[in-house]
């Protein structure tokens, strides 16, 4: 590691994109911004701290960055949340890192798509599964099944329909996850995304981070920006290819 930065913010994501732990500390105590994000365009930006080390999986550093009341809510230009790049990556442990610290199941990147379509979209098993467990809707929405095409067979959409089917849903406190059904789940009454088996959960789940969530889930812009359509058409091809592959199987 012989590069160097003049200032304590890009020392700050450069240690958290490498996973260094002690590179990090230093960078906070040098006075760093925890959710400072690099922006370089009007359509590109690095990403906070927590974003890159959700991105690259370097559980150690998230859960730093956590204890020190990272942002599990700012999102990059890409308009990935955190919770989203870890589910994109099969990060599972960082999934439920997230999850613990408050960060919403049901947050919507730029395509209305939640941590768990994007992690249906790449297969990734372990977490499709841990993200269920944590009580992430699988009633996913017509136009994501219809984006989906060919891909529906895979292991992780099967275990979608499988929780779809059995009509249950999971109280969102992580440290719960009961199932039960949706008529007898007490919703948030402010954001009315998360839903909980009781009073009692609703509040520990206020106070381990939904309380700086909350309201924070939609993702809105005006218009589609010039990164959005890119990425958009990168992330068709990347489903077509995957659809091609998937039945040559
Ligand atoms: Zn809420
Ligand atoms: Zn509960």
């Not at 906070?48 to 990272?70: E, I, Q, W, Y």
């Not at 947050?107 to 599964?129: R, S």
Request: glycine content about 8%.
């Amino acid at each position: 590691m012989a590069e160097t930065f003049s200032d304590a913010n890009g020392s700050l994501l450069y240690a958290a994109e490498n996973g260094s732990v002690e590179g990090v500390k230093m960078a906070l105590k040098a006075g760093a911004d925890i959710d400072y994000d690099r922006v370089n365009s009007e359509v590109f930006s690095s990403g906070t701290a927590l974003f890159l080390a959700s991105n690259r999986g370097h559980v150690d550093v998230v859960r730093l960055l956590l204890r020190k009341g990272a942002s599990v809510v700012k999102r990059s230009k890409s308009t990935f949340a955190p919770l989203h790049t870890a589910a994109h990556n099969g990060n599972t442990e960082v999934v439920d890192l997230l999850v613990q610290h408050g960060a919403t199941l049901e947050i919507k990147d730029g395509f209305q798509y939640t941590p768990l379509m994007t992690a249906c979209i790449y297969n990734h098993v372990d977490t499709v599964k841990r993200l269920i467990e944590l009580g992430a809707r699988p009633d996913l929405p017509d136009s994501y099944i219809d984006d989906m095409r060919g891909n529906l067979s895979t292991e992780s959409m099967q275990l979608v329909q499988e929780a779809r089917k059995s009509k249950l849903l999971r109280c969102c406190n992580p440290k719960c996850g009961k199932p039960g059904y949706r008529k007898t789940m007490k919703l948030c009454g402010r954001c009315k995304l998360t839903r909980y088996c009781s009073r009692d959960c609703q509040i520990q789940h206020w106070s381990v981070g939904h309380k700086k969530c909350c309201g924070h889930d939609a993702y809105t812009n005006d218009g589609p920006s010039p990164f959005f359509k890119f990425f958009k058409s990168m992330a068709d091809d990347l489903i077509a290819q995957a659809c091609a592959r998937a039945k040559e199987l």
